[in-house]
């Protein structure tokens, strides 16, 4: 008998470009999701950037989710990432992550980041699970509260990076897992 967590089956989705015709659907998605909203204005000037990119997932003619993200030199920056009240927890999130994973490579961008509020544990949780870390706070970030922001990143496997102030050290840490096995 399995005691871990139980991995629900992914809907099948088309993650795709998002359209103007579809910003009604994702404004729906984004008032649902956070106190603080995005309005359609934020979306069109952010868009209307070169570097910016706007996603939706669908599925069944319905849209989902859907994300905005920046493109970098070095990394992609994500904006806005939601998901439908009645899709989470089936694998929307994790496939729209898939994606942005997917663009990454060792020779170009390398790494995911984004802020999210002190208070989005649930997104907090969310990322951490897809391999984001939380690697620094920004005091008083927001213009709307006086909330702080928890920057996460996502960085490809076999990069070296330089060691974070932030990160823990402790005897424990100085040894991998291969050598930890034998006690």
């Not at 030199?73 to 989470?88: D, G, M, P, Q, Y």
Request: contains cysteine.
């Amino acid at each position: 008998m399995s005691f871990g967590k139980t991995q629900q089956q992914d809907v099948k989705l088309q993650i795709r470009w998002l359209i103007r015709r579809d910003m009604v659907e994702v404004l729906k998605i984004e008032s649902a999701s956070f106190e603080y909203t995005w309005s359609e204005e934020d979306f069109l000037r952010c868009l209307r950037q070169r570097n910016c990119i706007g996603m939706v997932a669908e599925q069944d003619h319905e849209i989902v989710g859907f994300m905005i993200y920046e493109l970098h030199k070095s990394k992609l920056r994500i904006l806005n990432f939601a998901v439908a009240t009645e899709a989470r927890r089936r694998g929307v999130g994790r496939q729209m992550i898939c994606r942005l994973i997917d663009k990454l490579s060792q020779q170009r961008r390398k790494e995911i980041v984004l802020d999210i509020r002190e208070t989005n544990l649930p997104a907090q949780m969310f990322f951490r699970s897809e391999g984001f870390r939380a690697i620094q706070i920004l005091r008083d970030y927001y213009d709307d509260t006086d909330e702080d922001a928890y920057v996460m990143r996502y960085q490809l496997a076999g990069i070296d990076e330089p060691r974070s102030p932030y990160m823990i050290k402790n005897r424990i840490s100085e040894y991998d897992e291969s050598e930890l096995e034998d006690v």
